[in-house]
């Protein structure tokens, strides 16, 4: 099967969707104190989508095959909590470090999936370099999108960037590609090697969303059925982006007024870097 690519109504659709995805994170950021639930979170992000956007969230009853239905409307994966992590009545405290992962269908049935870490009060001096490290896991992924190039031109660069720091990355897990389908074909791997994998083409929308341990990339798959922690019991961080493939590089989709300028390296130069501007 091969991976889709989109129409320019499509596309209109995910800028759309991926900006009401942004627009959660922003919504909820405030939210993310010391004290705050997990569960408390998702049922303001929940009341968000439905009541104020006119959006559903994706998660709720998501049942892939071998799954039990997602029970909550977003994840959220809290220190050695690679992602998946379940809402309910933990309580965030200070020095934790969070993912809260949030995807939205639009009413003309368009996905937009992105997620951000976040620092209950003052993180420790790993949690933050950790965070750190895996956004630029995630921008140095994405500066590699451009026509020609090839998934695993994006695998590698995740993977160098994360070991040279002493890291490691979750193999378990990938990005993918995404649209009126929520999961869909290719599966981005945020390891491998350069100039292997299929051609990007423009078009092509997928999520690269890379899961770093401070430790051991091994997981462990807890008893509710989704929530994946390292084995090690290591810190994990995780920044996820919708990417659009266009003629001259690539557009971030997950934009909105408070998504987080990327990393200074990447700079305003690069084609496409809309996120920058
Ligand atoms: N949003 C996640 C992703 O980035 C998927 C979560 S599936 C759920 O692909 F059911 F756990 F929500
Ligand atoms: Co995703
Ligand atoms: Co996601």
Redesign the pocket.
């Known amino acids: 099967m091969a991976i889709s690519i989109k129409t320019p109504e499509d596309i209109e659709g995910m800028r759309i969707a991926g900006r009401l995805g942004a627009e959660v994170l922003d919504y909820i950021t405030p939210f993310v104190k010391p004290g705050v639930t997990t569960g408390e979170l998702d049922r303001l992000c929940h009341e968000y989508m439905v009541n104020v956007q006119g959006t559903v969230p994706?998660?709720l009853n998501?049942a892939?095959p071998g799954?039990t239905p997602?029970p909550?409307a977003?994840?959220t994966s809290v220190n050695d909590v690679i992602?998946?992590g379940i809402p309910g009545d933990k309580v965030l405290k200070n020095g934790d470090v969070v993912n809260l992962?949030?995807?939205v269908i639009t009413k003309d049935g368009y996905h937009g999936?992105n997620?951000r870490m976040f620092y209950i009060g003052e993180p420790s001096i790993l949690a933050r370099r950790l965070t750190e490290i895996t956004y630029e896991c995630m921008w140095l992924g994405i500066a590699q999108v451009k026509p020609g190039n090839h998934f695993g031109d994006i695998g590698h660069a995740i993977q160098l960037h994360a070991e040279k720091a002493g890291y490691s990355v979750v193999r378990e897990?990938c990005?993918?590609g995404i649209g009126k389908v929520?999961?869909e074909e290719p599966q981005v791997l945020h390891y491998g090697k350069a100039g292997t994998g299929e051609e990007l083409k423009p078009g092509m929308i997928f999520?690269i969303?890379p899961m770093i341990n401070a430790g051991r990339r091994e997981i462990r798959e807890m008893g509710d059925g989704?929530t994946i922690k390292t084995k090690d019991r290591s810190l994990s961080a995780q920044w996820?982006h919708m990417v659009l493939v266009t003629e001259t590089g690539y557009e971030v989709l997950t934009v909105s007024a408070g998504t987080p300028p990327p990393p200074a390296f990447i700079g305003n130069s690069v084609a496409g870097a809309k996120a920058a501007a």
Do not use: Q, V
């Open positions: 994706a998660p998501y892939p799954y997602y909550k977003i994840c992602c998946h992962d949030i995807t999936d997620s897990f990005g993918h929520f999961h999520t969303e989704w996820e």
